[in-house]
């Protein structure tokens, strides 16, 4: 586990979606879009959690979208999100390295014991409203002091107490990972002491958030506020409501990004949106690669 922690701290680990089109995964431009991240510096990328629409895949879905990326990936951290005994075994046979573990209500912390024991584990303290669990202090202590258990994501969204509540439990694990999934303040987040991103936002324009994170692990001050102030400003196009349809916004601007075709980029299961949104998402993709240039 040593050896995985030490891959993932300082990296940013894109949480991808799943491009499909006329409602059936888009077999190509799922191919097209690993290929595509490969060549990207991310630390590894993971599938089938919220952003990959992971509870929502039929077992054939999740197997053909794994199998992918560690076709494409096979030297990067490939991280699945998990819901299940099941949903885990089929994460280990298909080569995954670490499992992101969906909240759970009934006894979290056995829920974290059992799926652990399949791959090493990631906590996730996801937001309610998009299906999370608000752990406690006790809880998440004992989370933390599982031994397959190496670090915690956390995505409030837009709560920036919480956040802090959690990395003031971190404090007494410094062997975990305080990962952060704050696309709305990812900078902030590593002020706040995450040492690795697990964001949807990632999805993508990568290459500006891994050197966002480097800048800050070098501290180079100058840098991470021009990256952050183009993040923050990418964000606020993407991760806005209604919240759900950030999934179809992030295809979006992977395929303003190049990474996808224009025209696989649906989400079954999000809500319609304007195009005005996608014109103003692909706008924003058109800002930052010019700026950031």
């Known amino acids: 586990m040593a050896l995985l922690l030490e891959r993932l701290e300082w990296g940013l680990i894109p949480a991808v979606p799943v491009p499909f089109r006329d409602g059936q995964l888009d077999h190509d431009a799922q191919r097209a879009y690993a290929s595509w991240m490969a060549a990207q510096p991310v630390a590894g990328i993971a599938v089938w959690a919220h952003t990959g629409r992971g509870p929502h895949l039929s077992a054939d879905q999740r197997h053909t979208v794994l199998e992918a990326w560690r076709e494409a990936m096979p030297g990067k951290t490939i991280v699945a999100g998990v819901t299940d005994v099941t949903t885990a075994i089929e ?20 829920h974290h014991a059992r799926l652990s024991r399949e791959l090493p584990g990631i906590a996730f303290y996801l937001y309610e409203a998009a299906g999370g669990v608000a752990y406690d202090d006790a809880t998440l202590h004992s989370i933390l002091d599982l031994p397959g258990i190496i670090g915690i994501k956390v995505a409030t969204l837009d709560s920036v107490m919480t956040f802090q509540r959690i990395a003031g439990v971190m404090r007494s694990h410094p062997g975990k990972l305080l990962i952060t999934g704050e696309d709305r303040f990812l900078g902030y987040s590593l002020m706040l002491g995450a040492r690795a991103a697990l964001i949807g936002m990632g999805a993508a324009l990568p290459d500006f958030q891994a050197e966002l994170i480097r800048a800050y692990a070098e501290e180079d001050w100058r840098l991470f506020t021009r990256l952050t102030t183009l993040c923050d400003a990418f964000s606020q196009v993407t991760f806005i409501e209604p919240m759900e349809g950030y999934i179809r916004r992030m295809l979006w601007a992977a395929a303003a990004d190049g990474a996808i075709p224009s025209e696989a980029c649906d989400d079954p299961w999000g809500p319609p949106l304007p195009q005005g949104e996608r014109h103003a998402v692909e706008r924003m993709i058109g800002h930052v690669r010019a700026v950031g240039a």
């Open 91 to 110: 994460a280990r046979r298909g080569r995954a390295d670490a499992l992101l573990i969906f909240p759970q209500r009934a006894d979290p912390v056995a």
